[in-house]
């Protein structure tokens, strides 16, 4: 028997407690890019929502973004009303999600951190993102995204 890692079974509870209806998938190796995630799951890669913790002046905000987009951070910053935007340290990203760097996930954490939403995902039927850890995904759509993580719409590049 295979014990599940304690971030996917947070993950798995705390996706069933806000009405999560999309599929995990625990697969065999670690997916830590979003190029190595549509691979697996034989997607595009536009189709994969990644989990971008950035740090706001030492506050966390999360970027759930198109796996085709590179977040615009100044132009981001400047939409969301914060100062600066910074790439997050692994310590920073463990310490606000309680996940790390590759499995991030939308929901899930400690406590709840600013998401915002990436309008590029909506060309997508479903949407993957991770689940907690470098090896689970989780199907979505755009709009069980936005219900589960009440993140506003943002364009990011």
């Avoid at 971008?52 to 969301?80: C, E, M, N, Q, W």
Wanted: proline share 6%.
């Amino acid at each position: 028997m295979t014990t599940e890692h304690p971030s996917i079974g947070r993950f798995r509870a705390d996706h069933a407690a806000r009405g999560g209806t999309g599929e995990i998938v625990v697969l065999p190796d670690a997916v830590h890019t979003a190029a190595l995630a549509a691979e697996a799951l034989g997607c595009e890669v536009g189709a994969i929502a990644n989990s971008l913790l950035f740090d706001a002046d030492g506050a966390p905000v999360l970027i759930l973004t198109s796996g085709a987009h590179r977040v615009d951070t100044t132009k981001v910053a400047a939409a969301i009303g914060v100062g600066r935007l910074r790439r997050a340290t692994p310590e920073f990203v463990r310490e606000h999600t309680g996940q790390v760097i590759g499995g991030v996930s939308p929901i899930a954490h400690p406590r709840p951190v600013p998401t915002y939403l990436d309008s590029w995902l909506r060309r997508y039927d479903v949407v993957w993102a991770a689940a907690g850890h470098p090896s689970a995904v989780f199907s979505t759509t755009f709009d069980e995204l936005s219900l589960l993580t009440g993140a506003p719409e943002i364009e990011v590049e």
